[in-house]
């Protein structure tokens, strides 16, 4: 079971890739969350009941219900246009994501260690380099800003990977997730939009060492 | 008392919110002042000992954090000066000096720790308080120079954390799971390699965001070239210092694995690229304070050339790491007046400084001296020790091209000192300039004196401590 929603996020990671529309991407890191919600109530199995409540309200409330809606509110306020706008053609973008799916595939494979489940390695470092790309490849801040919550989601589900041994680890990595997510996207996404009209990466070029 | 010091920092950084009053600022500011000095003194007298599980005051923890302890006294006194000198709204006041004391406990209590996980959370509140400095001014350039530092920091700090799930995995063999570094050193035999691997290289990547070496140099170099000078002065040392405690406890317990030739050739690797970057930039860059900040990089990598070499290069590493502290943060300090004159940062515009402020001009000659690593300073010290590692390691193709580069950049980084200390800048104003009192540079001859001071004549506890230091790494 927790095999078929790692597999969906694996694809939604796919449609992520060839999306056109901003509210699409919304949607997907909305939908995310809600895989990850799934897969942690089927992976952590050994862990104290409140702790889970806890890692489960993370997903749920944080990652596809707080931070899409906020993202949604700062599309509207700052007048974002739809278009992701990005650098590369979409196929391009398929046919890169399929890359790193396939390397991190061969990459899994050299690993002989019986501890780890495979797919849990597989998708949270595919959903890294995805995060990665999206990142090197998109023209808007707010695009940055969604390829660093993808990163988040894909090292969650690796510390998921762990979270049975090592709880303290799935909650030292929520902790990273509303630290970084609360400065990057309600401090400055917000002074960001006010200051800079266009929200383009382009426009922050000002600093110079010449 | 590590939780009263974290309860009184917390408290004072409350206060400032509470009260926005300028005469109860400073005094709070003084306050924790004193309480830092308080907590150093208490942490000398109770070396080798641990308190709340997580915090050790190993000799590593203690040399770092009296170094930080040296420099934060000038860089609250300046802020002070910086704060008196520019037309300031309580608010951001107080913001500013909630996030300097929260920059300086953070930075502290992170030496400390003894557990990789507590490092990266302290890292962590070094990069919100550090950004909250570096928008100081609310202008579109600091914005830029904060939303850059803080994305960076905030991918490298995920990183960090990727790199603890994979040791964490690499720990399972070992049948524990407490993530000490202490555990760590003493199950090293049965680490896994393979996981071992990928988290060195994800926890290097992420700390060189903090410590100022290639990849991930670029996020700090804008923030310290828009952060006020002395909040600059801070990021420029003691806040790299975290980011070499991060990576040095780690590759102590990597050092006694059978991956410590691997490590030193990726250290090695990420330290000569980042003294060639900055040597290109130092050629290149006009604007004052990013040279100054390209210096720090330089001297970074180093400082990681020294570790890779191994031998007496761990020694003169740690040496180098808390003197440059001591020079850089001068430099900084230093800078702030030079600002104060010309109100530019380019180096067009600024020259002849000797005529205007003699006394700064005799601390940059100074710093420059330090910097450049030249007899009398202790800096020549480390560096010759870091340069006699090299060559005992065999890495003579190395050590050449290190130098060659080290001479372009002395040559780059003297052409504009002397500029700004001699040549007139161009269609410049001297009618109305601000008086600078000589006593504000006095702080920035006690930290140079006290450089050379430890290079040339270290006192015994001093060498001691970074013996100790170093005394888990393999010979």
Same mark, same amino acid.
């Not at chain 1, 992701?84 to 050299?110: D, G, K, Q, R």
């Given at each position: 079971?927790?095999?078929?929603?790692?597999?969906?996020?694996?694809?939604?990671?796919?449609?992520?890739?060839?999306?056109?529309?901003?509210?699409?991407?919304?949607?997907?890191?909305?939908?995310?969350?809600?895989?990850?919600?799934?897969?942690?109530?089927?992976?952590?199995?050994?862990?104290?009941?409140?702790?889970?409540?806890?890692?489960?309200?993370?997903?749920?409330?944080?990652?596809?219900?707080?931070?899409?809606?906020?993202?949604?509110?700062?599309?509207?306020?700052?007048?974002?246009?739809?278009?992701?706008?990005?650098?590369?053609?979409?196929?391009?973008?398929?046919?890169?994501?399929?890359?790193?799916?396939?390397?991190?595939?061969?990459?899994?494979?050299?690993?002989?260690?019986?501890?780890?489940?495979?797919?849990?390695?597989?998708?949270?470092?595919?959903?890294?380099?995805?995060?990665?790309?999206?990142?090197?490849?998109?023209?808007?801040?707010?695009?940055?800003?969604?390829?660093?919550?993808?990163?988040?989601?894909?090292?969650?589900?690796?510390?998921?990977?762990?979270?049975?041994?090592?709880?303290?680890?799935? &909650?030292l990595?929520?902790?990273l997730?509303?630290?970084a997510?609360?400065?990057?996207?309600?401090?400055?996404? &917000?002074?960001?939009?006010?200051?800079?009209?266009?929200?383009?990466?382009?426009?922050?070029?000002?600093?110079?060492?010449? | 008392?590590? *939780?009263?010091? @974290?309860?009184?920092?917390?408290?004072?950084?409350?206060?400032?919110?509470?009260?926005?009053?300028?005469? #109860?600022?400073?005094?709070?500011?003084?306050?924790?002042?004193?309480?830092?000095?308080?907590?150093?003194?208490?942490?000398?007298?109770?070396?080798?000992?641990?308190?709340?599980?997580?915090?050790?005051?190993?000799?590593l923890g203690?040399?770092l954090?009296?170094?930080?302890?040296?420099?934060?006294?000038?860089?609250?006194?300046?802020?002070?000066?910086?704060?008196?000198?520019?037309?300031?709204?309580?608010?951001?006041?107080?913001?500013?000096?909630?996030?300097?004391?929260?920059?300086?406990?953070a930075t502290?209590v992170g030496y400390?720790s003894n557990h990789i996980a507590v490092t990266w959370i302290f890292t962590e509140i070094t990069t919100?308080?550090a950004?909250?400095?570096?928008?100081?001014?609310?202008? +579109? *350039?600091?914005?830029?120079?904060?939303? +850059?530092y803080?994305?960076i920091c905030a991918i490298s700090i995920t990183f960090v954390f990727i790199g603890i799930l994979f040791l964490?995995?690499?720990?399972?063999?070992?049948?524990?799971?407490?993530l000490?570094f202490?555990?760590l *050193?003493?199950?090293? /035999?049965?680490?896994?390699?393979?996981?071992l691997r990928l988290s060195f290289l994800f926890i290097f990547t992420g700390f060189t965001a903090k410590l100022g070496l290639v990849p991930m140099f670029t996020a700090g170099i804008?923030a310290?070239?828009?952060?006020?000078?002395?909040?600059?002065?801070?990021l420029a040392s003691v806040l790299m210092n975290l980011g070499f405690v991060g990576i040095f406890r780690f590759y102590i317990v990597i050092a006694?694995?059978?991956?410590?030739?691997?490590a030193n050739?990726v250290i090695g690797i990420a330290a000569?690229l980042s003294?060639?970057?900055?040597?290109?930039?130092?050629?290149?860059?006009?604007?004052?304070?990013?040279?100054?900040?390209?210096?720090g990089i330089?001297h970074m990598g180093?400082v990681m050339l =020294?570790v890779a $070499?191994?031998?007496?290069?761990?020694?003169?590493a740690i040496?180098?790491v808390?003197?440059?502290a001591?020079?850089?943060?001068?430099?900084?300090?230093?800078?702030?007046?030079?600002?104060?004159?010309?109100?530019?940062?380019?180096?067009?515009?600024?020259?002849?400084?000797?005529?205007?402020?003699?006394?700064?001009?005799?601390?940059?000659?100074?710093?420059?001296?330090?910097?450049?690593?030249?007899?009398?300073?202790?800096?020549?010290?480390?560096?010759?020790?870091?340069?006699?590692?090299?060559?005992?390691?065999?890495?003579?193709?190395?050590?050449?091209?290190?130098?060659?580069?080290?001479?372009?950049?002395?040559? $780059?980084?003297?052409?504009?000192?002397?500029? #700004? @200390?001699?040549? !007139?800048?161009?269609?410049?104003?001297?009618?109305?300039?601000?008086?600078?009192?000589?006593?504000?540079? /006095?702080?920035?001859?006690? *930290?140079?004196? =006290?450089?050379?001071?430890?290079?040339?004549?270290? !006192?015994?506890?001093?060498?001691?401590?970074?013996?100790?230091?170093?005394?888990?790494? !393999?010979?």
């Amino acid at each position: 079971m927790i095999h078929v929603f790692l597999i969906i996020f694996l694809i939604s990671l796919f449609y992520m890739a060839i999306a056109n529309r901003m509210l699409t991407y919304v949607n997907i890191l909305a939908l995310q969350g809600v895989l990850l919600f799934f897969v942690v109530f089927f992976q952590l199995k050994e862990i104290s009941t409140l702790n889970l409540v806890l890692i489960l309200l993370e997903t749920i409330v944080f990652k596809s219900l707080a931070v899409p809606l906020f993202l949604k509110y700062i599309l509207k306020r700052n007048k974002i246009t739809r278009e992701a706008e990005p650098f590369l053609p979409h196929f391009v973008s398929l046919i890169i994501v399929t890359l790193i799916v396939v390397v991190t595939i061969l990459l899994s494979n050299s690993i002989k260690d019986t501890n780890l489940d495979k797919i849990f390695f597989v998708v949270a470092l595919s959903t890294l380099f995805t995060g990665l790309y999206f990142i090197a490849s998109r023209r808007k801040i707010i695009t940055h800003v969604m390829g660093y919550l993808i990163i988040e989601n894909g090292v969650f589900v690796l510390s998921l990977a762990v979270g049975n041994e090592m709880p303290m680890l799935v &909650n030292l990595g929520i902790m990273l997730d509303i630290f970084a997510s609360v400065l990057i996207l309600g401090i400055f996404l &917000n002074k960001i939009g006010d200051v800079f009209k266009e929200v383009d990466v382009n426009q922050l070029t000002n600093l110079k060492d010449y | 008392m590590t *939780l009263i010091y @974290l309860i009184g920092a917390f408290l004072i950084v409350i206060g400032f919110f509470v009260n926005r009053n300028k005469v #109860i600022n400073y005094s709070l500011l003084g306050l924790f002042i004193i309480l830092q000095w308080t907590f150093t003194i208490y942490s000398l007298y109770h070396f080798r000992t641990t308190e709340l599980d997580y915090f050790s005051f190993d000799s590593l923890g203690i040399l770092l954090l009296l170094t930080l302890s040296i420099v934060a006294v000038p860089a609250a006194l300046h802020s002070f000066i910086y704060i008196e000198k520019h037309p300031e709204n309580p608010e951001t006041r107080s913001i500013y000096f909630a996030a300097l004391v929260g920059l300086i406990t953070a930075t502290g209590v992170g030496y400390l720790s003894n557990h990789i996980a507590v490092t990266w959370i302290f890292t962590e509140i070094t990069t919100l308080c550090a950004s909250a400095l570096i928008y100081h001014h609310r202008t +579109k *350039l600091a914005l830029e120079g904060t939303w +850059k530092y803080v994305f960076i920091c905030a991918i490298s700090i995920t990183f960090v954390f990727i790199g603890i799930l994979f040791l964490s995995l690499s720990l399972t063999h070992a049948g524990s799971d407490d993530l000490s570094f202490k555990n760590l *050193l003493a199950n090293s /035999s049965k680490l896994n390699p393979f996981w071992l691997r990928l988290s060195f290289l994800f926890i290097f990547t992420g700390f060189t965001a903090k410590l100022g070496l290639v990849p991930m140099f670029t996020a700090g170099i804008d923030a310290k070239d828009k952060a006020p000078a002395p909040a600059g002065a801070l990021l420029a040392s003691v806040l790299m210092n975290l980011g070499f405690v991060g990576i040095f406890r780690f590759y102590i317990v990597i050092a006694n694995t059978p991956l410590l030739h691997w490590a030193n050739v990726v250290i090695g690797i990420a330290a000569f690229l980042s003294v060639f970057v900055a040597t290109v930039y130092m050629i290149k860059v006009k604007n004052l304070k990013r040279m100054f900040a390209y210096s720090g990089i330089e001297h970074m990598g180093l400082v990681m050339l =020294g570790v890779a $070499a191994g031998g007496v290069g761990y020694y003169a590493a740690i040496l180098h790491v808390v003197l440059h502290a001591l020079v850089k943060s001068c430099v900084f300090f230093q800078y702030s007046q030079i600002y104060r004159i010309y109100q530019n940062k380019s180096i067009y515009h600024i020259g002849n400084y000797f005529k205007y402020n003699t006394t700064g001009a005799i601390v940059i000659l100074f710093a420059f001296i330090s910097t450049s690593a030249m007899p009398p300073s202790g800096l020549f010290v480390s560096e010759f020790l870091i340069f006699r590692s090299l060559f005992e390691a065999n890495q003579i193709i190395v050590l050449i091209s290190v130098l060659l580069l080290l001479t372009m950049i002395i040559w $780059a980084f003297g052409k504009n000192i002397f500029k #700004i @200390l001699f040549i !007139p800048p161009v269609d410049f104003d001297d009618s109305n300039l601000p008086k600078i009192s000589p006593w504000e540079s /006095s702080t920035q001859f006690i *930290l140079l004196t =006290g450089a050379v001071y430890l290079g040339l004549n270290p !006192p015994v506890e001093f060498v001691n401590l970074i013996k100790e230091s170093i005394m888990l790494l !393999p010979k």
